[in-house]
């Protein structure tokens, strides 16, 4: 299966059960990640969605695992240590032979394959089904300055609620994938969490530049503090959660809500988050030739996002000069095949030193955009239970 996006009128895009790749790119002054995702549900524009059948078929009695995921050739020079089943993944997104997005436009890149097609493939190939999700879906439009946005609101079938928020963010260095490029971690989150989750499709760039993306995420967060219980939430316990663009979305959204007053959320849960500035960082140094992220997709990132490279220093992008004092318990995923993994954790000791309470957990041998590919990659797997097992803590399930 072969699946391409476009985000302009007809959005291909998603992920197959727990699968997802994020990222989102920040180059030159700050450092960003970039999104490879896609889904079979059809998007017409921001605020509707035509949902299609995404599940992988496969033979049920020829059902794979992810211990049968083998790549084919040697392990690339950019990860010695890679793991199998995410070599796998990296092999089949390179087979498609997409031009690389640096030499793209916002348009462009946003029809290239993604890594959820790679995992989609992976998952026929070696007869992998897609696990179950058991929610709910519907759309709600809100306004915000300057439009309106969308929200995807999942709802877990068993029970009645009140249940447990969380308001999602996705990747996509704010210019490619949206929320249903990033079905498939919300679905998660709401089915493994139990809670009602809210992903926010926020404005992109280079269409909307710095920093309508944070306020739009922010007018979200506030619509869902006052009508959570509207929507089956308990409006005593709203989480934020996010991954790369979107990683660094949640944590601004505690701070938002801590300087403007209003209710701070329960937890957050920051994935591999674009948290600082400094791309001479370890990390940095060790992955810049990575895949699927690597410093030229960055560079592209800034110059579609910011509106200049002074911005880039700015304590909503750099978050680890922020004030991050008085925000809720924190969770922090990092992985080791990743520029960002050195400022996900310098964010993680920032937050420790300001009396924050953070829990985190780094995965070794996968890359930037792991976390979601739970059906084919093991570490990914784990990665999901232990951001489910936190979220639930946090809720007092």
Not at 93 to 100: H, I, N, Q, R, V
Not at 181 to 187: E, G, L, N, W
Not at 356 to 378: C, I, L, Q, R, S
Request: glycine fraction near 8%; aromatic fraction near 6%.
């Amino acid at each position: 299966m072969k699946t391409k996006t476009n985000q302009s009128n007809k959005n291909i895009a998603g992920k197959a059960g727990y699968l997802k790749m994020a990222a989102l790119g920040l180059a030159v002054v700050t450092s960003f990640t970039v999104a490879c995702k896609s889904s079979t549900t059809l998007k017409t524009t921001d605020s509707t969605t035509v949902t299609k059948d995404s599940t992988v078929k496969v033979d049920s009695t020829q059902g794979g695992t992810a211990a049968n995921v083998k790549p084919t050739g040697p392990k690339p020079a950019f990860a010695p240590d890679i793991k199998p089943q995410m070599q796998a993944v990296i092999e089949q997104l390179a087979s498609y032979g997409d031009k690389p997005i640096p030499g793209l436009t916002a348009v462009e890149a946003r029809k290239n394959h993604t890594a959820t097609d790679a995992v989609m493939d992976v998952m026929k190939k070696f007869n992998i089904p897609t696990p179950p999700a058991n929610v709910d879906t519907m759309g709600k439009e809100i306004p915000v300055a300057g439009g309106n946005i969308h929200l995807r609101i999942y709802t877990p079938k068993a029970g009645n609620g009140p249940f447990p928020v969380i308001v999602y963010y996705h990747g996509g260095g704010f210019v490619i994938a949206n929320v249903d490029v990033y079905d498939a971690s919300a679905k998660t989150l709401a089915d493994k969490v139990g809670a009602v989750v809210v992903s926010v499709a926020y404005r992109l760039a280079p269409e909307h530049k710095f920093p309508t993306a944070h306020n739009d995420s922010f007018a979200a967060y506030e619509w869902v503090v006052k009508n959570a219980a509207s929507i089956k939430g308990d409006p005593k316990k709203i989480a934020v959660a996010g991954e790369s663009a979107g990683g660094n979305l949640a944590v601004n959204m505690a701070i938002m809500a801590r300087d403007k007053g209003i209710m701070l959320p329960t937890a957050i849960l920051a994935v591999y988050p674009v948290a600082g500035s400094d791309m001479t960082t370890p990390s940095y140094t060790k992955n810049a030739a990575a895949k699927p992220l690597d410093k030229p997709m960055m560079m592209w990132f800034v110059k579609n996002y910011l509106n200049n490279m002074a911005e880039g220093k700015d304590p909503r992008i750099n978050l680890v000069a922020a004030n991050l004092k008085g925000l809720p318990p924190t969770t922090i995923i990092t992985d080791e095949i990743d520029p960002l993994q050195s400022e996900g954790m310098t964010l993680a000791d920032k937050m420790k030193a300001v009396g924050v309470k953070v829990d985190t957990k780094n995965y070794d041998g996968v890359t930037h955009e792991f976390f979601g590919m739970g059906a084919v990659v093991p570490e990914a797997k784990d990665a999901e239970t232990y951001a489910v097992n936190q979220l639930k803590t946090a809720f007092g399930k």
